[in-house]
């Protein structure tokens, strides 16, 4: 994980200063619209989809969220979860998670260059294994516009 800070504010001085500044709240706005559309997106890929399709929403998430470009190609990103803990979050049991990165993996559509990272070879690969692509597109940017993730240095 990264490290970060938190700032504590009363909530009626967050109200004024969003009522002050329409800025504010229209970042708050669009960060409630974000997070609920990803919940709904999660939902959806634990609800509907088969172990595959969740694990490649899920790194299709990771890749436009986090994302940067890789100098030998794909994109490279940091998992932010314990293999235990992305199988909770996923629904799935750990053995079933292993069993399907490891056929990414034998696939070549994805890698491990260090322990806690991933390299996915293969972004459009990877994103015809999920029904969840264009609704992450929509979200996040368009890899193939240079709007995504992926195109950050």
């Not at 235990?84 to 990165?101: E, I, K, P, Q």
């Not at 890698?111 to 990272?117: A, G, K, Q, Y």
């Not at 991933?118 to 994103?127: G, I, M, P, Q």
Request: aromatic fraction near 6%.
């Amino acid at each position: 994980m990264s490290p970060g800070e938190v700032l504590r504010v009363r909530w009626s001085t967050f109200t004024g200063l969003a009522a002050e500044d329409p800025e504010i709240a229209r970042y708050v706005d669009d960060a409630v619209a974000k997070q609920t559309a990803r919940q709904a997106i999660h939902m959806a890929a634990v609800g509907r989809f088969d172990c595959r399709q969740r694990v490649a929403t899920f790194l299709l998430e990771l890749a436009l969220r986090i994302g940067i470009k890789a100098p030998c190609g794909g994109v490279e990103f940091e998992m932010p979860l314990r293999r235990t803990d992305m199988a909770d979050y996923l629904g799935l049991n750990a053995d079933t998670l292993s069993r399907t990165m490891s056929r990414l993996r034998a696939t070549g559509l994805l890698s491990h260059p260090e322990r806690h990272r991933a390299l996915v070879r293969d972004f459009e690969a990877l994103t015809a294994l999920t029904p969840a692509a264009q609704s992450l597109m929509a979200l996040y940017g368009n890899a193939s516009s240079g709007n995504a993730s992926p195109g950050r240095a």
